[in-house]
């Protein structure tokens, strides 16, 4: 037999999953003294590579390989441990066997860096994240200078959810790295690079950014036409998503609905079949809704002393909500929308009540058919987070009565069920209520918070720390301001209590790859983007500082408890000195030594 028929009853075997039938092809070859082809080898390892067999990858490679690996069967080696890792963990094992391929001086292929480097990414750990922009640098200083577009477009996307700055993105960064791969370099960028750049400059929340997002979305309609004028490139969900981002952070409505009406015309024409008004265009144009302010202030308009009709007197607040009933009555039977933005509180409300409705009940009627174009809503599906963005719109232009209603029966409504950010987004809102509603607030929130205190013990889901902080600050705020002193104090005893200060300095041990020793070789990122003082602590326990017990703190001054005084600064302090203590022994602390398995893998190379 001919080596390319051996190949061939490989590949068959590998096709039919009889991963057995290609050994002992591999084997037959090998003791008839048939050369064994890089590629033969390289089937049987892209099978058990893809199922996360370590330990079958590993004995393929260290008894059928003679020479040096090839790119690919590194980048399968690799990709054994990326899939063996748990989710959401760091792939320390990985990263061992890439830097054991660089000691070779055989570094694998930048495809292996960037599977690397996605898989960091995609962990929520500020040290992953760190580590994914380290490795980053480590690659373009002893593999490749030079990234690839891909490469390029993650690292830009990375930039929208940055690790170094407590901002919600970094555009200065993204836009340096744009121009780097475009100006510098000279590559094409594709649409996802564009969606990139634009994103990361539309989440920073700054005008300017915002407004660059948008010319670099026109610049990629415009600036690229064929010699019929038809654009290149043609935008897709992420861009108009990109663009929501920006509009939201602003409040600008008016191009909210802009880019509504751009998808809706999208869809009918059928110019780009992936994109479609869904669950996560909705959520955006909600929060648009729940930031913009509308010029016409009720409480500005002069009102009539007397009536046209029975001539007696009028007060502002009938009036407001005989308009607002007036406009919002008619609106769910209504399927346009002025050209202009709404104009009011009550035209806000009226509108996005419509929409709304219009998600349930379009999406209802499509049911489990194919997507309809002419059912704009069609498409969006009902979500948590989907709701608490409907919410917010009430949160902002409603009444906290009005509030209270929605948000004991929109959820059922919807068949979706509540999350930690539903109680802590209430909350919030019950602690900015008016004096004149703080008693209807704070009947609410005893709701919420009993609600949420049985939520937060079922198990549903894991509350983030920074959550569980927000939302006994809120409550603990709210007792303050109206005058229940006592149990706002049982609040602080219960929740010192749930978290002690003494919780925050257990922190986990440092690990070996974040090492800052100065080498020129180590199983390591040799040059580092980010330093120790960059990096955010991610599992700081819950805690509360004087931030979050001044109105307490003030009450008790005022009504001269001195007993309540002292504890409020104990507590305080007792947090802050716990911070205190896990910051300086994080500076002081000393990298682990490799463990076992990096070391195994280390090993496991010297076979190669």
């Not at 590629?39 to 099978?47: G, K, L, N, P, S």
């Not at 094992?93 to 570094?107: C, D, G, R, T, W």
């Not at 983007?529 to 005022?558: G, K, T, Y």
Request: aromatic share 8%.
């Amino acid at each position: 037999m001919s080596i390319e028929e051996w190949q061939a009853l490989i590949r068959i075997s590998i096709h039919s999953n009889d991963v057995k039938g290609a050994e002992e092809c591999l084997d037959l070859m090998k003791r008839t003294g048939v050369p064994i082809s890089a590629e033969a080898v390289t089937d049987v390892i892209y099978y058990h590579a893809n199922n996360a067999n370590i330990a079958e990858t590993e004995r393929i490679i260290n008894t059928y390989m003679t020479g040096p690996a090839t790119d690919r069967q590194q980048h399968l080696h690799v990709r054994a441990y990326l899939r063996a890792t748990t989710p959401n963990t760091i792939p320390e094992s990985a990263l061992a066997v890439l830097h054991a391929y660089e000691a070779k001086s055989n570094p694998p292929a930048m495809n292996t860096y960037t599977s690397v480097i996605t898989t960091l990414f995609s962990v929520r750990d500020s040290i992953a994240n760190a580590q994914a922009w380290d490795l980053y640098t480590h690659m373009r200083y002893v593999a490749h200078p030079i990234p690839d577009p891909f490469l390029y477009t993650l690292m830009i996307r990375a930039c929208a959810s940055p690790t170094f700055s407590s901002r919600v993105a970094e555009p200065e960064r993204a836009l340096d790295l744009w121009t780097e791969m475009t100006v510098d370099h000279n590559m094409r960028p594709t649409v996802a690079t564009y969606n990139a750049v634009i994103l990361a400059c539309t989440r920073s929340g700054s005008k300017t950014y915002i407004n660059e997002g948008f010319r670099l979305a026109k610049e990629m309609i415009e600036s690229h036409k064929d010699a019929n004028g038809v654009p290149t490139y043609v935008p897709d969900q992420q861009t108009f998503c990109a663009l929501l981002e920006g509009a939201k952070r602003i409040g600008d409505l008016n191009r909210t609905r802009w880019i509504l009406a751009k998808i809706s015309n999208l869809m009918m024409e059928n110019r780009s079949p992936n994109t479609s008004i869904n669950e996560e265009v909705m959520m955006h144009a909600f929060h648009t809704y729940a930031s913009y302010n509308p010029p016409f202030k009720r409480e500005l308009a002069p009102l009539s002393d007397v009536a046209k009709d029975d001539h007696q007197p009028v007060s502002s607040s009938t009036s407001t909500s005989a308009t607002d009933a007036k406009s919002r009555a008619p609106a769910l039977e209504s399927i346009s929308f002025a050209h202009i933005a709404p104009q009011s509180r009550g035209e806000v409300l009226a509108e996005v009540d419509t929409l709304f409705h219009r998600s349930m009940t379009e999406r209802t009627a499509r049911g489990d058919g194919p997507f309809d174009p002419s059912l704009n809503f069609g498409n969006v599906d009902m979500s948590t987070r989907l709701v608490n963005s409907y919410l917010a719109i009430h949160y902002k232009h409603g009444t906290i009565k009005a509030a209270q209603q929605l948000f004991n029966s929109v959820f059922e409504k919807a068949g979706v069920e509540k999350s930690a950010r539903s109680y802590k987004e209430a909350l919030e809102r019950c602690l900015l209520a008016p004096k004149r509603d703080r008693a209807d607030a704070l009947t609410f929130a005893r709701e919420l918070f009993a609600e949420y205190s049985s939520y937060e013990t079922s198990g549903k889901e894991v509350v983030n720390a920074r959550t569980i902080e927000r939302v006994h600050t809120a409550f603990i705020r709210l007792l303050a301001l109206t005058k229940n002193e006592r149990e706002a104090v049982e609040r602080v005893k219960a929740f010192v209590a749930k978290y002690p200060p003494a919780t925050l300095r257990q922190q986990d041990p440092k690990p070996a790859m974040r090492s800052t020793r100065t080498s020129l070789f180590a199983a390591r990122p040799l040059v580092r983007m980010s330093s120790i003082v960059e990096v955010p602590d991610s599992h700081v326990p819950p805690m509360l500082l004087f931030n979050d017990l001044d109105v307490l703190h003030h009450r008790f001054v005022h009504i001269g408890d001195m007993d309540g005084i002292a504890y409020i600064k104990y507590v305080c302090k007792a947090y802050e000195w716990a911070l205190r203590v896990r910051r300086d022994e994080t500076f002081r602390a000393k990298p682990l030594v490799a463990q076992s398995a990096s070391e195994s893998g280390e090993e496991d190379e010297q076979d190669i």
